[in-house]
């Protein structure tokens, strides 16, 4: 993937709003392999022939696997404007979750504490020792012995609506870390996103589907 490979959904001179595939960074890591972040700020630099370093703010990510809808900073005001909203909660993100089995809720809520551990996994664990961590959840469609879930995240947590549901027994499929050993992609997707735009304080809504294959094709 290459600058020239970004999907834009929305840019102004303090956010960029761009649709992230799955299995690219949102940001640099040890691995040293193309992210998101560093894919922006070529294209600001090329697009804006920008002088020098470009600023480009991290205010929230994806799992490295999880395709979907995020928002970038321009400005260091932005980026803290948005930092705020999330902290606040009013940066809405809305999920699509393949899941293994049928649950026996077709609507509902998990609430946990979630404690993330020093080897990358997360775990359920008590209130002492974790975070509190929620999240509703309504069943689309069954097929397959496979659920199509829509998920609203209330909590952000690492890993959370992976390890929520694969603690109930009903992994997401494609998940190799919390689930079974499959070669394929996770089966998640960020597929809605919404904020008040850090200078208008417009409110934003932007929606991306996951890109089609035969599992997500097959919940059409």
Partial sequence: MTKNDLEILYEDNHIIVVYKPANILSQSDITQDKDMLTLLK??????????????????????????????????????????????????????????????PEKKGEFRDYLLKKDDGNTIVTDKEHGKESILEYEVLSEKNNMSLVRIKLITGRHHQIRVQFASRGYPLVGDNRYGKCENRNIYLCSYQLSFYHPTTKELLKFERMPEKDDIWQLFD
Avoid: C, W
């Fill in 42 to 103: 070529e294209y600001v630099k090329e697009k804006y022939n920008k002088p020098g370093n470009v600023f480009m703010g991290l205010v929230h990510r994806l799992d490295r696997p999880v395709q979907g809808v995020m928002v970038y900073a321009r400005t260091s005001k932005a980026a803290s404007r948005l930092s705020e909203q999330i902290r606040k909660n009013e940066l809405s993100k809305h999920y699509l979750a393949v899941i293994n089995g049928i649950l």
